[in-house]
């Protein structure tokens, strides 16, 4: 008996297409089958067999496919695909999603295809499009419920059941005045359980949370997982109402946002490297490992450098290693609870001091801890060969590593909690501080320090 699992839906897919299989066949499999496993088939053709594939693909799979792509592929496949279809397309499509798709688009394509809409659903897109990325504006969804703060329940409720089909949820109405400043919101379940003559102005809650428009879409899922929201309010200047961010676009915000940093974190700086080429991936990794190449240089005219004392205590070359490791992953540590305090915004610039200090006494524990203990490996690894490695007084050279290991612990700690603030300061990702580079400067500096003191104390 097989009690292996079967195999994902989409991998079914990308046989058939990749087998020449006939359109009923591949149709028929397609009847049913997840937008999110027609993207995953997408994702894993070669360009030939994924245009084969979406031109089999009815308008509905299409829009609900592209959307689940990856920037890249989403890009290659809106390009291969004509205006008219395009306009098609954008015209299911609720304002915030067709915004997210024209941007894929070179400007000649974009303003084809805007022309061809209805124009109060181009101008919505419009004004989405006009903000930043990676903001919340751009986030924001217009299809939302709001009622004047004069209307009364039975009002709202009729507005909820009229609009219900429009909207992205309709378990939170907001409450705006005749400029469409927002005031409040109101559930829905209250306005059902309360008088039909109840003005909603009596039944809202005042204490809502809201977010400009032009603020990072990071802070607008740390505000909805401060507060438990399911809706949030974006609001321009005025306090004027523009839209809402719901759950479903907030995590798709954590899913990407986690992923950006994790491969930045790691040099490895793509979006999906799953779904990318060879020549690709290795071009967005070369940087990252050029600044690798460039301070394993600067590391080798260190050790060049202090030669002379190398010749003299061979002793120090056997810890090199050691220290290098040690300090490059403490350093790794800080880094990343840094960059992970600065994304959930429970660091700002305002907490430098408190920070530095807190991680430097962690790595204080940390270096006293490893000090100790290498310092009597070393003790007993050399033992009656000390002399023979340069060594004239064992006890002063366990003393001066464990100095070494406890003084490269606390630069790493510094340099790996103090790139991540910089790098916030002045409004670069913390997490382009935080990964091959911070192992590079971590091992220059304190390989220097420790052959340094070295030099000075034993020669």
């Not at 805007?114 to 004004?127: G, N, T, W, Y």
Request: proline share 5%; hydrophobic share 50%.
């Amino acid at each position: 008996m097989d009690d292996r699992p079967p195999p994902p839906p989409w991998e079914r897919l990308v046989d058939l297409v990749r087998a020449g299989a006939r359109e009923d066949e591949i149709a028929a499999l397609l009847d049913g089958l997840h937008t999110a496993d027609i993207a995953a088939a997408v994702e894993h053709l070669l360009p030939d067999e994924r245009a084969d594939l979406v031109g089999l693909l009815s308008l509905d799979e299409l829009v609900g496919a592209v959307d689940e792509l990856a920037d890249e592929t989403q890009t290659e496949v809106l390009a291969d695909t004509d205006i008219d279809r395009l306009a098609e397309m954008l015209d299911r499509m609720p304002p915030d999603e067709a915004a997210a798709t024209v941007e894929r688009l070179d400007e000649p394509r974009a303003e084809a295809v805007l022309a061809l809409l209805d124009q109060d659903h181009a101008r919505d897109i419009r004004e989405l499009h006009s903000y930043e990325p990676e903001t919340a504006g751009r986030i924001m969804t217009q299809a939302y419920l709001a009622v004047p703060a004069t209307a009364t329940a039975a009002e709202a409720v009729e507005t909820a059941r009229r609009r219900s089909e429009e909207s992205e949820t309709v378990h939170h109405i907001l409450v705006v005045d005749d400029h469409r400043r927002l005031l409040g919101s109101v559930r829905l379940q209250d306005l059902v359980s309360a008088s039909p003559q109840a003005p909603v102005r009596e039944l809202m809650d005042r204490a809502i949370v809201t977010i400009h428009g032009g603020r990072d879409q990071e802070v607008a899922a740390n505000l909805m997982g401060k507060y438990d929201l399911e809706v949030l309010p974006v609001v321009g200047d005025r306090g004027r109402l523009l839209g809402i961010i719901t759950v479903d676009d907030i995590l798709e915000v954590m899913h990407d946002e986690a992923g950006e940093d994790l491969f930045r974190l790691a040099g490895i700086g793509a979006d999906n490297p799953f779904a990318e080429g060879t020549m690709r991936r290795a071009y967005k990794r070369l940087p990252w490992l050029t600044t690798t190449l460039v301070g394993g240089v600067a590391l080798a005219a260190v050790i060049a450098y202090f030669q002379p004392t190398l010749d003299k205590v061979l002793a120090l070359v056997f810890f090199t290693p050691v220290l290098a490791g040690l300090s490059g992953n403490v350093g790794i540590q800080s880094s990343t609870v840094t960059v992970r305090g600065l994304a959930t915004g429970e660091v700002g610039v305002g907490d430098v001091l408190w920070l530095i200090r807190r991680e430097l006494l962690v790595g204080a524990v940390i270096g006293l801890t490893c000090a100790a203990a290498l310092g009597l490996a070393a003790y007993g690894l050399l033992g009656g060969r000390a002399a023979a490695a340069g060594v004239e007084d064992l006890v002063q050279f366990c003393a001066i590593l464990g100095l070494a290991v406890l003084g490269g612990v606390l630069v790493a700690v510094l340099i790996g909690t103090a790139a991540p603030l910089c790098c916030h300061k002045f409004g670069a990702d913390p997490a382009l501080a935080a990964g091959p580079f911070v192992t590079v400067v971590i091992d220059v500096v304190t390989q220097t320090l420790y052959l340094g003191a070295a030099t000075l104390l034993l020669l």
